[in-house]
């Protein structure tokens, strides 16, 4: 089987080349088949908690119903962090990657972001909002130039964002001349459910089962206090607080009658018997994890730098795709519940185009690197492209931070 080389992400990065890079890794719940996983939950309008988002999907010939384990936003995360924390250890390599630093003082500490781990990357309003060197970053010419950045010449972005090419982008505060970058990498993970049919034989969307929660407390599983005690427990808490938690509590203790007292469970005290109201895990029989590479976006971009060059820059950002896929597929980590293992060694494939496609080695994290390494020298040499690690240091603005506060996760 062939190895991902540098030979083909260039033939990819050519016209007429490869639209695809595709990764497909079967998994399984690492409990047995026979234990659920609990899926990604998320926001239905206009309703409270969390659900789960089933779609309809083939597999093989037949209809099923699937769940979504995790996101196609979520796995590009994923990938993201990888870098950022290879970045955050110095590594060798991948500490050269460009990357926008955003840096925040709270109570004493230094915080650091970054454009790869921003929800929009280059364009956050983090870095739009700070300044770089005592000027509004947004009157720098350095960040001028990554706003002003087109397909036709997305040179300044390869050299200070250049995740904003693989990850995506968009500049949706500007007035005019939005910079709109989509993924080059996607991906995600489902789960096929057990087929419910109605009388008809017609598919039925399953409906998940519910779980019970509770809370032992050692000291009381009823623990009742008076009005004065419930404002007083608050109040030497009300620092570490939510405003709206200490508001709930201390309206709580307000309505409590002279000689009454009332649950303390507010505070977190006391027990909660076993109640069937949680979202159960979903029992899967196939479960699969996808990615894909579209060397067909990436050759919608332009470095000014001649065919040659161009071809070698995008090469390189495709090895740094790869690169990101590789560390973030060795970490199965994604949450409480849903702990899964390989059933199968991954499976990739280039599409050669006419319906013909190219087996190739799956890459880890030792040899994306060394692709990487050699993408990049290439890249040096054939479009004078120059990546030194940290290129754009910007100062976030205090009244972010003194404005910045947690909300509660009611979901």
């Known amino acids: 089987m062939r190895s991902i080389d540098l030979g083909l992400l260039l033939a990819a990065g050519s016209p007429g080349g490869s639209s695809c890079l595709t990764s497909t890794t079967v998994l399984e719940p690492a409990g047995g088949r026979h234990t659920s996983v609990a899926p990604a939950k998320f926001a239905e309008r206009g309703k409270k908690g969390g659900v789960y988002a089933y779609e309809q999907r083939y597999l093989g010939e037949e209809s099923r119903y699937a769940v979504v384990i995790d996101s196609k936003q979520s796995q590009l995360n994923r990938a993201e962090s990888t870098l950022a924390q290879a970045i955050e250890d110095r590594h060798p390599l991948l500490s050269r990657v460009p990357h926008v630093r955003v840096t925040y003082e709270r109570d004493g500490a230094v915080e650091r972001h970054y454009d790869l781990t921003l929800p929009h990357r280059v364009f956050d309003g983090h870095i739009r909002a700070g300044s770089i060197d005592g000027q509004p970053t947004t009157q720098t010419a350095a960040y001028r130039a990554v706003r002003d950045a087109t397909p036709a010449n997305a040179r300044a972005l390869l050299e200070t964002s250049p995740v904003t090419l693989i990850f995506g982008g968009w500049d949706s505060s500007r007035r005019t001349r939005q910079g709109r970058w989509r993924s080059a990498l996607v991906g995600e993970i489902i789960g096929f459910v057990a087929a419910s049919r109605d009388r008809s034989g017609a598919l039925t969307r399953p409906e998940p089962g519910l779980r019970g929660g509770a809370r032992v407390d050692p000291v009381g599983m009823q623990i009742n206090l008076g009005k004065t005690a419930m404002a007083d427990t608050a109040t030497r808490q009300q620092a570490e607080l939510s405003p709206s938690t200490f508001g709930e509590i201390v309206k709580a203790a307000n309505g409590i009658k002279a000689g009454e007292t009332k649950s303390a469970s507010p505070l977190g005290l006391g027990g909660i018997p076993p109640t069937l109201d949680q979202l159960a895990g979903v029992a899967c029989d196939t479960i699969l994890r996808t990615h894909v590479l579209s060397f067909a976006t990436l050759r919608q971009m332009r470095f000014g730098a001649g065919g040659e060059g161009d071809a070698a820059c995008r090469a390189l950002l495709a090895a740094l795709a790869l690169s990101a896929l590789a560390r973030s597929d060795a970490e199965l980590y994604l949450r409480a519940n849903c702990d899964l293992v390989e059933a199968e060694a991954p499976k990739a494939r280039i599409?050669?185009?006419?319906?013909?496609?190219?087996?190739?080695?799956?890459?880890?994290?030792?040899?994306?690197?060394?692709?990487?390494?050699?993408?990049?020298?290439?890249?040096?040499?054939?479009?004078?492209?120059s990546w030194s690690g940290l290129a754009m240091r910007v100062d976030g603005s205090p009244d972010i931070v003194s404005g910045a506060a947690d909300t509660d996760d009611n979901s």
């Open 351 to 385: 599409d050669q185009r006419g319906g013909v496609f190219l087996d190739v080695e799956p890459l880890g994290i030792d040899d994306a690197d060394l692709l990487l390494a050699e993408a990049l020298a290439h890249a040096e040499k054939a479009a004078d492209i």
